[in-house]
């Protein structure tokens, strides 16, 4: 039983390209790609992402939850969890930590608000 392949006419538009024309070619495609892939990645985000942004800004799992829910019941979310606690904590003259403890207490909201 003889296989029907239709190999030698999908690769005849690639069959004169030279190996570095090849790989040129690889890596346009490759890149063409992962763009909309990766511009979702700077346009969106989610609570799961955003949490784990601030676990590794030394929050606690509960804490980062906290800060979570509140950054999406105030609409800031899309701005980023770890920038409303990084904002506010510049704008408040204080460590990143202190900003995310007060978000957390349920305070400096409107001032987190604000810087956006």
Not at 4 to 25: F, V
Not at 47 to 74: N, Q, T, Y
Not at 87 to 98: E, F, N, P
Request: hydrophobic share 40%; aromatic share 8%; glycine share 6%.
């Amino acid at each position: 039983m003889k296989r029907a392949d239709d190999y030698q006419e999908r690769r005849a538009h690639l069959a004169n390209l030279s190996d570095a024309e090849l790989e040129q070619r690889f890596w346009a495609l490759a890149e063409q790609i992962t763009e909309p892939l990766l511009k979702m990645g700077y346009e969106y985000t989610s609570p799961s992402i955003e949490r784990s942004v601030l676990l590794r800004m030394g929050f606690s799992s509960i804490e980062a939850k906290h800060i979570v829910d509140g950054c999406v019941e105030r609409n800031l979310i899309a701005h980023g969890a770890g920038n409303v606690v990084y904002r506010l904590a510049r704008a408040q003259g204080t460590d990143v930590r202190a900003a995310g403890l007060a978000l957390c207490e349920d305070r400096l909201w409107d001032e987190a608000a604000a810087q956006f």
